[in-house]
């Protein structure tokens, strides 16, 4: 299957600071990008989807001005938390879909996740 | 998307079969069935997929029922590290993957 690099796979960081997460796609494009969450115990929830050169559309209940998102290239997402806070701590996963609209290709994999810790 | 519905978890000893249900009985004509598997602490990974006709690939079978209304996911010889759990989601080639609860699996010895 197609490879999705994510970076870092652990951070931990003071409460006010900001960190980014990057996602990769390795041997594919990927016109469109996913970014999850996921509590323990609990299942992922999509935060935002994203098209290469436009901006992210956020599910209902996701501060934008929070969690920026960047999808530059086709290749890669960048999501940023700003100004974290403890309530922020969370596992954070970066999906791509290969393929294009109609494919039945159309197959979203995996980074093997962040786990974000906000002191 | 369609609902899906699956049991909250199963059972089953190393290398005998795991048979694992699926729901969709609102699943709709062009809408695909999705499976994917996450292993404890790592990002979800892609297992197969199929439409109407039963799939098979090098990690598992498809068995879509002729109404559509139900799949089974079969992992022939399942082992160890095929402890997870199993989501099964059923949406259009160009949406995006929603995740319910899922099946947790549990390979014993």
């Known amino acids: 299957g197609a490879v999705v690099s994510q970076h870092p796979s652990w951070v931990i960081c003071k409460s006010g600071t900001s960190v980014k997460i990057e996602c990769r796609s390795l041997?594919?494009?990927?016109?469109?990008m996913f970014w999850y969450r996921q509590f323990p115990k609990q299942s992922l929830m999509l935060m935002a989807t994203?098209?290469?050169?436009?901006?992210?559309?956020?599910e209902q209940g996701v501060e934008k001005d929070k969690f920026l998102i960047n999808h530059a290239s086709l290749t890669l997402s960048t999501l940023t938390v700003t100004s974290a806070h403890p309530e922020d701590s969370s596992f954070y996963i970066c999906?791509?879909?290969?393929?294009?609209?109609?494919?039945?290709?159309?197959?979203?994999?995996f980074g093997a996740g962040t786990r974000l810790s906000v002191l | 998307d369609a609902k899906t519905t699956q049991p909250p978890s199963m059972d089953c000893a190393e290398g005998r079969a795991a048979n694992l249900p699926c729901n969709h009985s609102t699943i709709s004509g062009n809408e695909y069935v999705y499976w994917y598997r996450q292993i404890h602490s790592q990002g979800p990974q892609y297992i197969i997929h199929g439409l109407k006709n039963n799939e098979t690939n090098e990690m598992a079978s498809l068995i879509i029922t002729e109404d559509r209304k139900s799949s089974t996911l079969i992992l022939p010889h399942a082992t160890l590290r095929d402890t997870a759990v199993y989501y099964c989601?059923?949406?259009?080639?160009?949406?995006?993957?929603?995740f319910g609860t899922g099946t947790r699996l549990q390979v014993t010895l």
């Open positions: 994203s098209n290469e050169g436009s901006k992210a559309t956020y």
């Open positions: 999906s791509a879909r290969s393929g294009t609209s109609g494919s039945a290709k159309n197959i979203q994999y």
């Open positions: 989601i059923g949406i259009g080639t160009a949406s995006k993957l929603t």
């Open positions: 041997d594919f494009q990927a016109t469109t």
